[in-house]
């Protein structure tokens, strides 16, 4: 999560950063109770995400961030519409027989997974991929997820950028980057206020 925020804060260009976890996690949104995270996943690491929605089990997802900042057209584009032309570009990725939800369902619980949002990604009527976003002075953030099963990770991890830009390069993390994550991670995602915030 301070990477992300790291890469908010200093990308130039459109940034796609894709990771998984190395033992099994759970991060939850903003406004989520971390009391309900402890008590639901005790055998998991857990985190308190920047952006809002669910809880996200990570154990076997495919997870990425897209970091856009404030100075690209795109930002400037409305929650709903950044939302589905992101998810419009993953759908045909994981399957020609994949679609969008066309609005926000009954919240059945607390998992982000159990709950379509608009233009979160369905194959077979199950929400298979979907996200949050957050907007700062610097830009935007997007947080998703893509379930297992879907494609094969490592494929799709590839073929990622390539869906949202006609030309990708790769690269390591600066130094400078690193050194601001590991700031944001002692300040703010590794803190007791933070991660009990709510």
């Known amino acids: 999560m301070a990477i992300d925020e790291a890469l908010l804060r200093t990308a130039q260009e459109p940034t796609l950063r894709v990771y998984t976890w190395e033992s099994p996690a759970v ?11 402890t008590n639901a996943w005790p055998l998991h690491e857990w985190v308190r995400r920047w952006t809002g929605g669910g809880t996200v089990v990570h154990e076997n997802d495919l997870t990425y ?4 900042p404030r100075s690209c057209p795109f930002a400037q584009i409305s929650a709903a519409e950044s939302y589905r032309q992101i998810h419009a ?8 027989d994949s679609a969008m939800a066309p609005g926000a369902q009954p919240k059945v619980s607390e998992a ?23 907007r700062t002075r610097f830009g935007l953030l997007h947080q ?3 379930q297992s099963g879907q494609t094969a990770g490592k494929d799709l991890a590839a073929r990622l950028g390539e869906a949202f830009a006609k030309q990708v390069s790769m690269r390591e993390l600066s130094a400078a980057e690193w050194e601001q994550s590991l ?15 709510f």
């Not at 700031?183 to 915030?197: I, M, N, P, V």
């Open 27 to 37: 991060s939850f949104g903003y406004f989520s109770k971390a009391s309900e995270i």
């Open 65 to 68: 961030t897209l970091v856009i």
């Open 144 to 146: 998703g997820s893509i």
């Open 112 to 134: 982000c997974f159990e709950n379509p949002a608009q233009h979160d990604i369905l194959l077979g009527g199950r929400k298979v991929a979907g996200a949050a976003q957050r």
């Open 183 to 197: 700031q944001l991670a002692s300040e703010r995602y590794g803190s007791e206020e933070w991660l009990w915030k």
């Open 89 to 96: 570009l993953i759908a045909q990725l994981i399957s020609p």
